[in-house]
């Protein structure tokens, strides 16, 4: 079938991106679900910071791809061998495709799928094939598996979560990696505890959410930090209990002033070594770092090892909020159903398809928090 969606051709175009378009959306061919794949309707599809570290360089993939990996849609037809899902369901789509066979799928661990993450890294779907394509015939790649910035996408099974059919579409998409990535990485990887104190460092759609699963956790202080003061304001609108401009130099004795010795928890969405390096130095002894960010690859920490040791100290990455999707993400929208955790309030914009570049020059400059393209 023939359909509408953004390809990147080339990484590193200057800004801004309403002038050099490095996204062209283009009229392409899309290919049948085959054996355990579905095609997907897609409603709405978020932009994220992963999106646009492709389209900067920082995170290499194969070129020409089709971009996108947050989306909601609804299920049009099923490959051979999909039994469970059928046409007019509702689904969240997940950019890690898990199979349940390999060894992290069996222990529970499914965004560190092994076929999913060669798959990802590939370009393709899982078994290593391609279902896009421009007019000319040129093989387009897939990103992650999903590549929703398109009116339809065909993807694996395993990167589908049915979903309740009441949810705007732009607020179902936001479940399948801020929502997910920023509230797992607060209850799944940091296992934020009641009571316990927690700073989260960059409030993008991930870093917000994150604040956001700290409170409902029961966390008793949930610090944002942040270098832009309107993302602070909705920090302390969406309940943190204290903000800091994470670019203060006196920003780690303010916070140990207010709470004494650091936090228990902190969590670093900045996708900045810098930022790593200052949630490292607010968290007290005993207490856990995690980042859920993705840098550039060729990037370095560099740490005092001895505190790992003398102080207790554990540092730890979040990918995919260390999630169960099919588990967590049900969860997450009965706690949002429920006012506990409201994400509709991290949608700053809603954008059509043609203005997708004019979207990265917001998030590149850090004026929005989540855009979406609603179809």
């Not at 993450?117 to 040129?138: E, I, K, S, W, Y």
């Not at 607020?171 to 940091?190: Q, Y």
Request: aromatic fraction near 4%; hydrophobic fraction near 45%; charge should be neutral.
């Amino acid at each position: 079938m023939k359909i509408r969606a953004a390809v990147l051709d080339r990484m590193q175009q200057p800004m801004p991106y309403a002038q050099s378009k490095p996204l062209s959306v283009e009229t392409i061919a899309l290919g049948d679900p085959g054996p355990g794949e579905v095609r997907v309707r897609i409603t709405a599809a978020g932009l994220c910071h992963s999106d646009l570290s492709i389209i900067n360089g920082d995170r290499p993939r194969p070129l020409p791809m089709v971009l996108g990996h947050e989306a909601a849609g609804v299920v049009d037809a099923c490959g051979p061998g999909v039994t469970d899902l059928a046409r007019g369901d509702a689904v969240a789509l997940v950019f890690v495709p898990s199979c349940g066979h390999c060894l992290p799928c069996q222990e529970g661990r499914p965004a560190l799928c092994e076929p999913g993450a060669a798959a990802n890294g590939a370009g393709t779907l899982v078994g290593g094939h391609r279902v896009l394509a421009r007019p000319d015939g040129q093989a387009l790649n897939h990103q992650v598996g999903v590549s929703c910035f398109a009116e339809y996408a065909v993807v694996n099974r395993g990167s589908l979560v049915k979903v309740r059919p009441d949810l705007p579409p732009e607020v179902a998409a936001v479940f399948g990696c801020a929502v997910l990535t920023g509230v797992g990485a607060a209850l799944n990887s940091a296992q934020v505890r009641l009571g316990q104190t927690a700073a989260v460092l960059g409030l993008g759609g991930v870093g917000l959410s994150a604040v956001l699963g700290a409170l409902a956790a029961g966390a008793r202080e949930v610090v944002a930090l942040d270098v832009q003061p309107e993302k602070l304001e909705l920090a302390l609108a969406l309940g943190a209990t204290r903000v800091f401009r994470a670019d203060d130099p006196d920003v780690v004795a303010q916070l140990k002033a207010a709470i004494p010795g650091g936090v228990d928890v902190a969590i670093e969405a900045a996708s900045a070594v810098p930022a790593l390096e200052l949630a490292w130095q607010l968290t007290r002894r005993g207490g856990t770092t995690v980042t859920c960010s993705l840098p550039n690859p060729a990037h370095r920490l560099s740490l005092p090892v001895v505190q790992l040791t003398a102080e207790e100290r554990t540092l730890k990455g979040s990918y995919l909020g260390s999630a169960v999707p099919g588990r967590d993400i049900p969860r997450y929208i009965e706690l949002y159903k429920g006012g506990r955790l409201p994400v509709d309030k991290l949608i700053t914009h809603r954008l059509v398809l043609d203005q997708i570049n004019e979207g990265f020059d917001r998030l590149a400059s850090g004026q929005a928090v989540r855009q979406v393209i609603v179809f």
